[in-house]
């Protein structure tokens, strides 16, 4: 296992960007596929961006395609999600996680993820 730190949350205004890291400790990270997943109030957790371990393949839930964007830098042990276009529905703790690469596969299932950071706070007002 990896551990995880993310950290960019924070209040913006509906249409403004934010830029969540998460950083992971190791020297394996490359070898691990991450997702970004997210919690509102009342909600159980949602899927929201994966990255194959290469880097080369991604996948978005339909409510953040488009404006979202997962990256990741394997030399800084370092996975992002870039924001743009906020809505008051984006309010949630986004939370990243990492599991051991099913091959050149992204992962999608919260439950396959065997990893998870201590979430960070992002609030987006009308």
């Known amino acids: 296992q990896v551990q995880l730190v993310e950290s960019g949350g924070g209040l913006v205004q509906a249409g403004g960007s934010l830029r969540l890291s998460c950083s992971a400790s190791g020297r394996t990270f490359s070898s691990y596929a991450m997702g970004w997943f997210r919690q509102a109030p009342g909600k159980e957790r949602e899927f929201v961006a994966a990255?194959?371990?290469?880097?080369?393949?991604?996948h978005y839930s339909h409510s953040v395609s488009g404006r979202f964007t997962i990256s990741r830098d394997n030399g800084k042990n370092t996975a992002y999600l870039q924001m743009t276009s906020l809505q008051p529905e984006d309010t949630a703790v986004y939370y990243c996680?990492?599991?051991?690469?099913?091959?050149?596969?992204?992962?999608?299932?919260?439950?396959?993820?065997?990893?998870w950071g201590q979430g960070t706070q992002v609030t987006v007002s009308s």
């Open positions: 996680a990492a599991t051991r690469s099913f091959g050149e596969a992204v992962v999608l299932t919260a439950a396959l993820y065997d990893s």
């Open positions: 990255i194959n371990w290469k880097g080369d393949s991604t």
